[in-house]
Nanobody, 134 residues
Framework: QVHLVESGGGSVQAGGSLRISCQVS????????LGWFRQAPGKEREAVAI????????HYADSVKGRFTISEDNGERGVYLQMNSLKPEDTAMYFC???????????????????????????WGQGTQVTVFS
């Protein structure tokens, strides 16, 4: 059974940085697409960033480009999200997700792919809260 466990959330002042982590266990496929999603109260869940393991490509939502960096854990099956220049609008529950394939090229080339990506992921963590105060 696949388990995803997020950690590292917390409260930070606007302009600050935070790194959240996700450890994946029970995943047996050689390749994975790992992603970070977020959901703010009253809003839909949307992708923040995804990465294909083994040195594959990464993709970011427009709202976080240049501020957030997704990276995989080379030692263990896991993924990090380094968040810099945080804004109050980044406040949300952040979820880790995994899938053997993830979003296909057609979805990733579309407008606002991050609003559609969650249907491409099979496994989800319970989330970690990130709060950015001004």
């Amino acid at each position: 059974q696949v388990h995803l466990v997020e950690s590292g959330g917390g409260s930070v002042q606007a302009g600050g940085s935070l790194r959240i982590s996700c450890q994946v266990s029970g995943y047996t496929h050689e390749h994975a697409c790992l992603g970070w999603f977020r959901q703010a109260p009253g809003k839909e869940r949307e992708a923040v960033a995804i990465i294909h393991t083994g040195g594959g490509s990464s993709h970011y939502a427009d709202s976080v480009k240049g501020r957030f960096t997704i990276s995989e854990d080379n030692g263990e099956r896991g993924v990090y999200l380094q968040m810099n220049s945080l804004k109050p609008e980044d406040t949300a529950m952040y979820f880790c997700a995994a899938d053997s394939e993830g979003p296909g090229p057609a979805m990733l080339m579309g407008d606002s792919w991050w609003t559609q990506a969650q249907k491409s992921f099979s496994y989800w963590g319970q989330g970690t809260q990130v709060t950015v105060f001004s």
